[in-house]
Nanobody, 118 residues
Framework: QVQLVESGGGLVQPGGSLRLSCTAS????????MGWYRQIPGKQRELVAI???????NYVDSVKGRFTISRDNAKNTVYLQMNSLKPEDTAVYYC????????????WGRGTQVTVSS
């Protein structure tokens, strides 16, 4: 059974930092691209950052220079370091594992709430 378990969310003041973690089980972690998505009520889920199986990264423009995605294949864990947080970063953050094998195979975590407010 595949599980992606996020942790590290919470309430932080504007300008503060948080580090999200997502630990995977039930998959061969190092062959999956791992991503962080976020969603606020009434809006579509958006990709925040993604790291490929060979550790290349990509970010949505709104977080470039503030967020850093990384992975530790030995721990089956992907991280999202979030600095200089803004109120507009408030959302539920979801971990995603994805690979292409003739069709896309995707798994999702249950999400962790990040609230940026004074």
């Amino acid at each position: 059974q595949v599980q992606l378990v996020e942790s590290g969310g919470g309430l932080v003041q504007p300008g503060g930092s948080l580090r999200l973690s997502c630990t995977a089980s039930g998959i061969i972690f190092n062959i999956y691209a791992m991503g962080w998505y976020r969603q606020i009520p009434g809006k579509q889920r958006e990709l925040v950052a993604i790291i490929s199986s060979n550790a290349s990264t990509n970010y949505v423009d709104s977080v470039k220079g503030r967020f850093t995605i990384s992975r530790d294949n030995a721990k089956n864990t992907v991280y999202l370091q979030m600095n200089s947080l803004k109120p507009e970063d408030t959302a539920v953050y979801y971990c995603n594992a994805e690979r292409y094998a003739g069709t896309y195979i995707r798994f999702w975590g249950r999400g962790t709430q990040v609230t940026v407010s004074s």
